[in-house]
């Protein structure tokens, strides 16, 4: 049974930092990209960046790039979202996510139960 399961998220001011963690099991990690979606009250669900085991491709949205990074231990199947320079805008949902390949963000990808980041100015 694949299981995603996030956690780290919270509230912090403007300016702040804050790491999620995402762990993966049931699953051979190599085959899949790994990455974080978000979705804010009222807003579509939006990719926020993804990666492949090995590290050597990633993605990261225009609206993250130079403030957040991915990276993963793959000793233990875990992904990492390091986010800094935290803005109000950044506030939503956060979802880790693993599917075949890339992160597509399609509904049959494995979806963590979301963790809520919170961004006040």
């Known amino acids: 049974q694949v299981q995603v399961v996030e956690s780290g998220g919270g509230s912090v001011q403007a300016g702040g930092s804050l790491r999620l963690s995402c762990t993966a099991s049931g699953l051979t990690v190599g085959d899949y990209g790994m990455g974080w979606f978000r979705q804010a009250p009222g807003k579509e669900r939006e990719a926020v960046s993804c990666?492949?085991?090995?590290?050597?491709?990633?993605y990261y949205a225009d609206s993250v790039k130079g403030r957040f990074t991915t990276s993963t231990d793959n000793a233990n199947n875990t992904l990492y979202l390091q986010m800094n320079s935290l803005k109000s805008e950044d506030t939503a949902t956060y979802y880790c996510?693993?599917?075949?390949?890339?992160?597509?963000?399609?509904?049959?990808?494995?979806w963590g139960q979301g963790t809520q980041v919170t961004v006040s100015s």
């Open positions: 996510m693993a599917e075949r390949s890339w992160c597509y963000g399609r509904d049959d990808a494995y």
């Open positions: 990666i492949t085991w090995s590290g050597y491709v990633s």
